[in-house]
C-alpha cells in the first residue's frame, strides 16, 4: 500500500501576507481529505509562519532546497537542521528549476538527498526530461541517469526512503501536462529502476497539474500523488487536488 500524496511547491511566490492567507484557506476548507498525505514547501522566510499556521492542522510541510553541507562557511546556504529547528517534514531536492538555473548536477542533488535523508528529513528527488530529450527519444535514459546518480550514493534503499517526482520539464508552468499513459510510462520505469526497495515509494507527477487533470492521472497505477506549482497558490484548487488522491 502506497500512501497518496499531495505537495504544493510554492517557488518563489507569496508574501507573509499572501502565505497568512493561503495557509489560512488551507485549514479552513479542509475536508473530504483523509488518507492522502499533503504537504506544502514554502519559500525559506515563511518556515516559522508556517509551522505557527499548520500546527494544529494534517498539513505538514518543508522547504524546496537544502545545502549539501551540514554546517559552515557557506553563504547564504541552508542546512537539514535549520529546516529541522521549524519542523520541516520534507525538502525538494533537484527541481528542474534549480538544476538549469543554479546549474545543479545530478552528483550535487545526491549530495543533497543524503544530507536531507540522513538528518530525518524526507527528500523530494525531482527528475524528468527536457523537451528536447523527449524528442530525441532519451527519456529514459536520463531519468535512469538523475536516479542512478542518487541511487549509487545512498542506495536503492535509501532513496526508497524519500519521495520521486516525474516532472517532464517541458511541462512545467507550461500548462502542458503530460498524458496519464505518458507519465504511467515514465512512473512505471522509475518503480523498475527502483525495483522491489521502491514497492512502498510514492512517485508523484508534476507539471501543470490542475483539479481538471487530477483524477485521470492519479488513476494510474504507478502514479502515487502529485508535486503541484501553480495550482498550489489557490487554496481552493490544492485542495481540489488533494481530495482527487484519496
Ligand atoms: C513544479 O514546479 O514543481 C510544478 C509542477 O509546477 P507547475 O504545477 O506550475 O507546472
Redesign the pocket.
Known amino acids: 500500500m502506497r500512501r497518496p500524496t499531495v505537495v504544493g511547491?510554492w517557488?518563489m511566490n507569496a508574501s507573509l501576507e499572501q502565505t497568512t492567507n493561503l495557509l489560512a484557506g488551507l485549514t479552513e476548507g479542509w475536508s473530504g481529505v483523509h488518507q492522502a498525505e499533503v504537504a506544502v514547501c514554502v519559500p525559506y522566510p515563511y518556515l516559522p509562519k508556517t509551522a505557527e499556521l499548520l500546527e494544529q492542522s494534517n498539513i505538514a510541510f518543508g522547504a524546496q532546497d537544502l545545502s549539501e553541507h551540514a554546517s559552515g562557511a557557506y553563504t547564504g546556504q541552508v542546512s537539514a537542521d535549520m529546516l529541522l529547528d521549524f519542523g520541516s517534514k520534507y525538502v525538494i531536492v533537484g527541481?528542474s528549476?534549480r538544476r538549469e538555473y543554479q546549474n545543479e548536477s545530478s552528483e550535487l542533488v545526491a549530495q543533497k538527498f543524503e544530507a536531507a535523508a540522513t538528518k530525518g528529513l524526507i527528500p523530494i528527488l525531482?527528475v524528468g526530461e527536457t523537451l528536447d530529450e523527449r524528442e530525441k527519444e532519451r527519456t529514459f535514459d536520463v531519468i535512469g541517469r538523475q536516479l542512478r546518480a542518487v541511487t549509487e550514493r545512498c542506495g536503492l534503499g535509501g532513496v526508497a526512503k524519500g519521495v520521486v517526482?516525474y516532472?517532464p520539464v517541458w511541462?512545467?508552468?507550461?500548462g502542458r501536462s503530460a498524458t496519464p499513459e505518458m507519465a504511467q510510462e515514465v512512473h512505471a520505469y522509475i518503480r523498475e529502476v527502483l525495483g522491489p526497495e521502491g514497492d512502498h515509494t510514492a512517485i508523484l507527477y508534476?507539471?501543470?497539474?490542475k483539479p481538471g487533470s487530477a483524477p485521470a492521472l492519479f488513476a494510474q497505477e504507478d502514479i502515487d500523488g502529485a508535486?503541484?506549482?501553480?495550482?498550489?497558490l489557490k487554496a481552493a484548487d490544492f485542495l481540489a487536488i488533494c481530495r482527487a488522491a484519496e
Open positions: 511547491n517557488k527541481h528549476e525531482c517526482a516532472e511541462a512545467i508552468g507550461t508534476g507539471g501543470s497539474v508535486l503541484v506549482g501553480g495550482a498550489s
